[in-house]
Structure formats: C-alpha cells, structure tokens
T-cell receptor, first 114, second 113 residues
C-alpha cells in the first residue's frame, strides 16, 4: 500500500464550488505539505504543517485553506474554486528532524475548475 | 525564487551515463544540494543529497565542486525509465521553513533508445 495517499485522484468542478482534497499518510511523519503544479512549471508550496497544532502559509496560500485533523491527515480546501486553480496538487510528508529530511510525495490530484 | 540554474532539457542515449549540471552560486554554508525527479505527472521522488562531499547511492552519484557553486547529478547507466524532469534544490537539511523545498523548472531528461 502507498505511504502517502490522496483523494480524489481526479476532480472536475465548477467555478464557485467548495472542494476539499484529502491527504493521508502511514509513514508516521510529523510534517505535511501541500503543493500545486501548473503545466511546465515546478511545484509551488501552498501550506505546510509541522505538527497537528501548527499551520503555516506557503508561497501561494491565497484562495486556499487547510486542516490538520490528525498527524496522519492534512486536507486542502478551496472555498470558492476559480478556473486558475486548475492544476495538479501534491501532498508530501517528511520527518521532523534528522535523517535526510527528504519529502515523500503522494500521487497527486488533478483538479479542473470549469 | 529558486536558487539554482539548470538547463531546460537534455538528451541521453540508453545505457550511457547521464550528467545533469546545476549551478547554485549563492549557496550558503549550511545549505545542502538535493535532487528530486518527477516522472511524467507523478509525485516527485527524492534521489540524493549532499553538503560538500561527493555522494553515491543506488540511484545516482552527486558531484559537488570544491567551491560548492555547482554540482552534477550522474545516472551511471541511464534507462528509458529515467526519462523525467530532474530538480536541483538547495536547502538547509533540518529546521523550520528554511527547510522547505523551492522547485525551479528543472531539467527535462529524455533517454533515447
């Protein structure tokens, strides 16, 4: 089974709708991240969380909100979706400290806002 | 902004070594060089990282110049499955937000038969 899972994998929605993307991990990591990727570009950080009580804005947080329901779960919400939020969204996790501090990514959610 | 500069694209023949360069002339003393790759539209995958010594693992080798202003990722025997976008990222290894990944556009490596 995958260590980092994202649901849904694909979603088409309409402008103005509220949508939630979910991320779950079984790696036992404290840190979780949400990124978006637009065609031909690298990933950009939306929000990140270093533990259940910690939420931080990333580079492009406007129009998004997050919830860290538990160590293993980190959800991304679009309160009122707009077409320029059409993108590929990735969740990632990493250990709090030590080791290589590498991030482990989920398979991605392809979101289309019409 | 990404703190690295990479070529937009490179080609490599299958079975040959792929050498992917990266410039990071403003790297700080406590920043590591990390490499990730992204195959098609999958989630990025960690490859390797290093501070100043050359590093090797089962996937690749990382050569960092003595002044640390540039590095090269080496895939010793490239296969078609190595076709991907390769990202070179500099970051502190641990800590707060300084440890977040900042992705540039990376290098699109095409391995050809």
């Amino acid at each position: 089974d995958a260590d980092v899972t994202q649901t849904p994998r694909n979603r088409i929605t309409k402008t103005g709708k509220r949508i939630m993307l979910e991320c779950s991990q079984t790696k036992g990591h404290d840190r979780m991240y949400w990124y978006r990727q637009d065609p031909g570009l690298g990933l950009r950080l939306i929000y990140y969380s270093f533990d259940v009580k910690d939420i931080n804005k990333g580079e492009i947080s406007d129009g998004y909100s997050v919830s860290r329901q538990a160590q293993a779960k980190f959800s991304l919400s679009l309160e009122s979706a707009i077409p320029n939020q059409t993108a590929l969204y990735f969740c990632a996790t990493s250990e709090l400290a030590g080791g290589s501090n590498e991030q482990f990514f989920g398979p991605g959610t392809r979101l289309t806002v019409l | 902004d990404a703190k690295t500069t990479q070529p937009t694209s490179m080609d490599c023949a299958e079975g040959r070594a792929a050498n992917l360069p990266c410039n990071h002339s403003t790297i700080s003393g406590n920043e590591y060089v990390y490499w990730y790759r992204q195959i098609h539209s999958q989630g990025p995958q960690y490859i390797i990282h290093g501070l100043k010594n050359n590093e090797t693992n089962e996937m690749a080798s990382l050569i960092i110049t003595e002044d640390r202003k540039s590095s090269t990722l080496i895939l010793p025997h490239a296969t078609l499955r190595d076709t991907a976008v390769y990202y070179c990222i500099v970051r502190v290894a641990i800590g707060g937000s300084q440890g977040n990944l900042i992705f540039g556009k990376g290098t699109k490596l095409s391995v050809k038969p």
